[in-house]
C-alpha cells in the first residue's frame, strides 16, 4: 500500500525560528510532492511543490527533495504564529499531481 | 473567482440513513476529487473524476458510497446505508490539469462534516 509518513507531533517552535517538517514515503515511482498547510477546521491549501531532488525556495519556505532516500522536507524560515497549522505531506505516481496521497500532517506550534 | 462550493457544510444522521453531498468545482476545472478526512488523518482519495469519466474510485466504498459527475461540472457523494466509520469531512477539490502542465494544486471546498450517531 502506498503511504505518506509524517511525525503527528505536535512540533513546537518559538516565534523567529526555524521549523522543520519531514515526510517519507514509500512508493518508489512517486513524482511528484507537495506541501499543504491546513488550519484547524478549513481545508488544506498548496504552499510548496517540488519534483526533482534537492531545495526549492519560495518566500520563507525551502522544500528540498531526496528521491534516493524517499524523503521529502519543508523548512520555514522566521516562523510567525499564523504559521501554527497542520501541515500536509503528499505524494504523486504523477508528474502532474493527480492521485495525491496525503500523509496524517504534522500540527506546528508557533509560540510568541 | 469563485471557488470549489459544497453543501451542506454539516449533516447529522443515525447510522443506516442515507445523505448526499454536493460540489460545484472552479469554472473550467476538468478533474474533480472527492477525500475524506477522519479527524487527526489525512485526506483519502475516494473517487476521481476527468470530466464525466471515472478516473480512481479504487478505495470508494461501492457498497454503500455513490458518486456522479454529471455534464463533467457537479458532483454528488451518497452514502447509503451510513455507517458510525463514515463520520468525518468529506472534502471536495478540483484541478485545472491541462495537458503538459505541471499543477498538482488542488483547489478544495470547505467540506461537509458528517456525524453519524
Known amino acids: 500500500q502506498k503511504e505518506v509518513e509524517q511525525n503527528s507531533g505536535p512540533l513546537s517552535v518559538p516565534e523567529g525560528a526555524i521549523a522543520s517538517l519531514n515526510c517519507t514515503y514509500s512508493?518508489?515511482?512517486?513524482?511528484?510532492f507537495f506541501w499543504y498547510r491546513q488550519y484547524s477546521g478549513k481545508s488544506p491549501e498548496l504552499i510548496m511543490s517540488?519534483?526533482?531532488?534537492g531545495d526549492k525556495e519560495d518566500g520563507r519556505f525551502t522544500a528540498q527533495l531526496n528521491k534516493a532516500s524517499q524523503y521529502v522536507s519543508l523548512l520555514i524560515r522566521d516562523s510567525q504564529p499564523s504559521d501554527s497549522a497542520t501541515y500536509l505531506c503528499a505524494a504523486s505516481p504523477s508528474e502532474y499531481g493527480n492521485k495525491l496521497v496525503f500523509g496524517a500532517g504534522t500540527i506546528l506550534r508557533v509560540k510568541s | 473567482e469563485a471557488g470549489v462550493a459544497q453543501s451542506p457544510r454539516y449533516k447529522i444522521i443515525e447510522k443506516r440513513q442515507s445523505v448526499a453531498f454536493w460540489c460545484n468545482p472552479i469554472s473550467g476545472h476538468a478533474t474533480l476529487y472527492w477525500y475524506q478526512q477522519i479527524l487527526g488523518q489525512g485526506p483519502k482519495l475516494l473517487i476521481q473524476?476527468?470530466?464525466?469519466?471515472?478516473?480512481?474510485d479504487s478505495q470508494l466504498p461501492k457498497d454503500r458510497f455513490s458518486a456522479e459527475r454529471l455534464k463533467g461540472v457537479d458532483s454528488t457523494l451518497k452514502i447509503q446505508p451510513a455507517k458510525l466509520e463514515d463520520s468525518a469531512v468529506y472534502l471536495c477539490a478540483s484541478s485545472l490539469d491541462r495537458t503538459g502542465v505541471r499543477t498538482g494544486e488542488l483547489f478544495f471546498g470547505e467540506g461537509s462534516r458528517l456525524t453519524v450517531l
Open positions: 517540488i519534483y526533482s531532488n
Open positions: 512508493d518508489r515511482v512517486s513524482q511528484s
Open positions: 473524476f476527468q470530466n464525466n469519466g471515472v478516473v480512481d
